[in-house]
């Protein structure tokens, strides 16, 4: 089976640093958009931050310039590099993967793949 495991989360105080990391495993070929949402308390999940596996990104305006995403391809590993967190940053993050390939096959999964969360906590 195909599956995204993240990682990193954790307890940070207001103005730290935390890195996600976002893994792959099974016959995945490719994926083409890789992107990290989040869900606070009593929020909707929303879009952190996502990267075509051209290099295209794009981010949330809460997080622009705070956070910084990548990739790697080869891999199929993702990271949320995370700066200046603030206590609105609180919140589930999940890893998504769009447009995912298994070897064998000339088509994208019909779903979206999607991770289990890792909390990140911002606090004093």
């Known amino acids: 089976q195909v599956q995204l495991v993240e990682s990193g989360g954790g307890l940070v105080q207001p103005g730290g640093s935390l890195r996600l990391s976002c893994a792959a495993s099974g016959s995945i070929f490719s994926i083409d958009t890789m992107g990290w949402y989040r869900q606070g308390p009593g929020n909707q999940r929303e879009l952190v931050a996502e990267?075509?596996?051209?290099?295209?990104?794009k981010y949330a305006d809460s997080v622009k310039d705070r956070f910084t995403i990548s990739r790697d391809n080869g891999k199929n590993t993702m990271y949320l590099q995370m700066n200046s967190l603030e206590p609105e940053d609180t919140a589930v993050y999940y890893c998504?993967?769009?447009?995912?390939?298994?070897?064998?096959?000339?088509?994208?999964?019909?779903?979206?793949?999607w991770g289990q969360g890792t909390q990140v906590t911002v606090s004093s």
């Open positions: 998504n993967g769009n447009g995912v390939r298994v070897y064998g096959s000339r088509y994208t999964l019909a779903g979206d793949l």
């Open positions: 990267m075509r596996s051209g290099g295209f990104t």
